[in-house]
Protein backbone atom coordinates (compact mmCIF):
# COMPACT_ATOMS: atom_id res chain seq x y z
CA UNK A 1 0.00 0.00 0.00
CA UNK A 2 2.23 2.60 1.55
CA UNK A 3 5.28 1.71 -1.24
CA UNK A 4 3.05 2.11 -4.16
CA UNK A 5 1.76 5.40 -2.64
CA UNK A 6 5.22 6.30 -2.63
CA UNK A 7 6.41 5.12 -6.04
CA UNK A 8 3.77 6.58 -7.65
CA UNK A 9 3.41 9.82 -6.30
CA UNK A 10 6.97 10.17 -6.52
CA UNK A 11 8.21 9.06 -9.68
CA UNK A 12 9.66 11.53 -11.90
CA UNK A 13 9.89 11.96 -15.68
CA UNK A 14 12.61 12.09 -17.03
CA UNK A 15 14.05 12.00 -20.29
CA UNK A 16 17.34 10.32 -21.91
CA UNK A 17 19.14 7.43 -19.41
CA UNK A 18 20.72 8.33 -16.43
CA UNK A 19 23.21 6.28 -14.54
CA UNK A 20 22.46 4.89 -10.95
CA UNK A 21 24.22 8.01 -9.19
CA UNK A 22 22.16 10.45 -11.51
CA UNK A 23 19.07 8.47 -10.04
CA UNK A 24 20.26 8.43 -6.53
CA UNK A 25 20.51 12.05 -6.95
CA UNK A 26 17.60 12.89 -8.17
CA UNK A 27 15.37 11.27 -5.35
CA UNK A 28 12.50 12.81 -3.72
CA UNK A 29 12.54 13.49 -0.94
CA UNK A 30 8.97 13.47 1.45
CA UNK A 31 8.43 15.69 4.03
CA UNK A 32 5.73 14.93 7.26
CA UNK A 33 5.49 15.81 10.91
CA UNK A 34 4.93 13.16 13.70
CA UNK A 35 4.06 13.95 17.30
CA UNK A 36 3.06 12.28 20.28
CA UNK A 37 5.51 12.33 23.08
CA UNK A 38 8.62 14.49 24.05
CA UNK A 39 10.34 15.72 20.74
CA UNK A 40 13.74 14.55 22.12
CA UNK A 41 11.38 10.53 21.94
CA UNK A 42 10.27 10.93 18.53
CA UNK A 43 13.29 12.42 17.08
CA UNK A 44 15.68 9.56 17.99
CA UNK A 45 13.37 7.17 17.00
CA UNK A 46 13.10 8.48 13.51
CA UNK A 47 16.86 9.29 13.03
CA UNK A 48 17.44 5.40 13.89
CA UNK A 49 15.30 4.89 10.45
CA UNK A 50 16.96 3.86 6.92
CA UNK A 51 15.83 5.71 4.13
CA UNK A 52 15.26 8.99 6.64
CA UNK A 53 17.61 11.97 5.87
CA UNK A 54 16.82 15.10 8.58
CA UNK A 55 14.87 15.15 11.83
CA UNK A 56 13.87 18.70 12.93
CA UNK A 57 12.50 18.72 16.41
CA UNK A 58 10.41 21.53 17.78
CA UNK A 59 7.15 22.82 17.93
CA UNK A 60 4.07 22.56 15.36
CA UNK A 61 0.61 24.01 15.05
CA UNK A 62 -1.96 23.43 12.64
CA UNK A 63 -5.44 25.21 12.33
CA UNK A 64 -7.83 25.98 14.75
CA UNK A 65 -8.68 24.19 17.13
CA UNK A 66 -5.71 22.76 16.92
CA UNK A 67 -3.42 25.68 16.70
CA UNK A 68 -1.55 25.73 19.64
CA UNK A 69 2.30 24.71 20.06
CA UNK A 70 2.61 21.09 20.75
CA UNK A 71 5.78 19.04 20.85
CA UNK A 72 6.56 17.22 17.27
CA UNK A 73 9.33 16.68 14.66
CA UNK A 74 9.17 17.37 10.86
CA UNK A 75 10.79 13.90 9.19
CA UNK A 76 12.31 14.46 5.37
CA UNK A 77 12.49 10.58 3.93
CA UNK A 78 13.62 8.90 1.07
CA UNK A 79 10.12 6.92 0.08
CA UNK A 80 11.69 4.63 -2.06
CA UNK A 81 13.75 3.30 0.94
CA UNK A 82 11.32 3.54 3.35
CA UNK A 83 7.18 3.93 2.61
CA UNK A 84 5.11 6.25 4.71
CA UNK A 85 2.50 3.12 5.83
CA UNK A 86 5.45 2.17 7.88
CA UNK A 87 6.55 5.47 9.10
CA UNK A 88 2.93 6.03 10.56
CA UNK A 89 3.20 2.55 11.43
CA UNK A 90 6.54 3.28 13.55
CA UNK A 91 5.27 6.51 15.03
CA UNK A 92 2.07 4.70 16.31
CA UNK A 93 4.07 2.03 18.69
CA UNK A 94 6.42 4.19 20.05
CA UNK A 95 4.05 6.26 21.37
CA UNK A 96 0.76 6.66 23.89
CA UNK A 97 -0.98 6.93 20.72
CA UNK A 98 -3.78 5.10 22.69
CA UNK A 99 -3.75 7.22 25.71
CA UNK A 100 -5.64 10.17 26.11
CA UNK A 101 -3.25 11.68 29.46
CA UNK A 102 -3.24 14.82 30.34
CA UNK A 103 -0.78 16.04 28.87
CA UNK A 104 -1.95 15.89 25.01
CA UNK A 105 -1.84 19.53 24.48
CA UNK A 106 1.91 19.32 24.76
CA UNK A 107 2.18 16.26 23.18
CA UNK A 108 -0.95 15.70 20.82
CA UNK A 109 -0.68 12.57 19.64
CA UNK A 110 -0.71 13.72 15.61
CA UNK A 111 0.20 13.04 11.84
CA UNK A 112 0.80 16.63 10.60
CA UNK A 113 0.35 16.06 6.54
CA UNK A 114 2.49 18.60 4.04
CA UNK A 115 1.99 17.12 1.09
CA UNK A 116 -1.55 16.80 -1.52
CA UNK A 117 -2.54 13.25 -0.32
CA UNK A 118 -1.06 12.49 2.83
CA UNK A 119 -3.70 12.87 5.02
CA UNK A 120 -5.97 11.03 3.25
CA UNK A 121 -3.42 7.71 3.18
CA UNK A 122 -2.50 8.58 6.36
CA UNK A 123 -6.28 8.01 7.53
CA UNK A 124 -6.62 4.81 5.37
CA UNK A 125 -3.24 3.56 7.62
CA UNK A 126 -4.51 4.53 10.90
CA UNK A 127 -7.77 2.76 9.76
CA UNK A 128 -6.10 -0.56 9.00
CA UNK A 129 -3.47 0.27 12.36
CA UNK A 130 -7.06 -0.21 14.24
CA UNK A 131 -8.00 -2.95 12.54
CA UNK A 132 -5.21 -5.05 13.45
CA UNK A 133 -4.88 -3.50 17.24
CA UNK A 134 -8.78 -3.75 17.87
CA UNK A 135 -8.83 -0.42 19.16
CA UNK A 136 -8.54 2.76 17.44
CA UNK A 137 -5.58 5.10 18.26
CA UNK A 138 -6.34 8.73 19.44
CA UNK A 139 -3.83 9.99 16.86
CA UNK A 140 -5.01 12.71 14.73
CA UNK A 141 -4.39 13.86 11.11
CA UNK A 142 -3.47 17.18 11.21
CA UNK A 143 -2.00 19.88 8.19
CA UNK A 144 1.14 20.99 9.47
CA UNK A 145 0.44 25.26 9.24
CA UNK A 146 3.40 26.47 11.89
CA UNK A 147 6.69 25.10 12.66
CA UNK A 148 9.33 26.44 15.22
CA UNK A 149 12.46 23.83 15.92
CA UNK A 150 13.17 23.97 19.39
CA UNK A 151 16.51 25.18 21.72
CA UNK A 152 19.51 23.99 19.43
CA UNK A 153 20.80 22.49 22.45
CA UNK A 154 18.59 20.03 22.82
CA UNK A 155 18.76 18.79 19.01
CA UNK A 156 20.02 15.34 18.78
CA UNK A 157 19.82 14.84 22.29
CA UNK A 158 19.70 11.07 22.39
CA UNK A 159 22.56 11.19 20.01
CA UNK A 160 24.54 13.24 21.92
CA UNK A 161 24.62 10.90 25.24
CA UNK A 162 22.81 8.69 25.61
CA UNK A 163 23.80 7.70 28.89
CA UNK A 164 21.26 10.63 30.09
CA UNK A 165 18.94 9.29 32.42
CA UNK A 166 16.39 10.62 30.39
CA UNK A 167 18.02 9.16 27.46
CA UNK A 168 17.85 5.32 29.54
CA UNK A 169 14.01 5.58 31.07
CA UNK A 170 12.50 6.91 28.06
CA UNK A 171 14.21 6.72 25.02
CA UNK A 172 16.26 3.31 24.89
CA UNK A 173 13.33 1.39 25.77
CA UNK A 174 11.76 2.83 22.61
CA UNK A 175 14.87 2.30 20.69
CA UNK A 176 14.43 -1.11 21.83
CA UNK A 177 11.27 -1.82 20.49
CA UNK A 178 12.04 -0.53 17.36
CA UNK A 179 15.05 -2.97 16.83
CA UNK A 180 12.95 -5.31 17.84
CA UNK A 181 9.78 -4.94 15.80
CA UNK A 182 11.29 -3.32 12.39
CA UNK A 183 14.77 -4.73 12.28
CA UNK A 184 15.05 -4.28 8.56
CA UNK A 185 14.02 -0.71 8.58
CA UNK A 186 16.80 0.11 11.72
CA UNK A 187 20.09 1.43 10.75
CA UNK A 188 23.18 -0.66 12.55
Not at 88 to 99: K, P, R
Not at 140 to 153: A, G
Request: hydrophobic share 40%.
Amino acid sequence: MGASFARSKYATERSGVLTQTQLERTVQLEKIGFGGGCHWCTEAVFDALHGVETVEQGFVRSRPPNDTWSEAVVVRFDPMAISLDVLIAIHVETHSAFSRHSMRHKYRSAVYAVAVGQAAFARTVLADITNDAGQTPITEILELTTFKPSDKRFHNYYATDPSRPFCKTYISPKLAHLRAAHAKHVRD
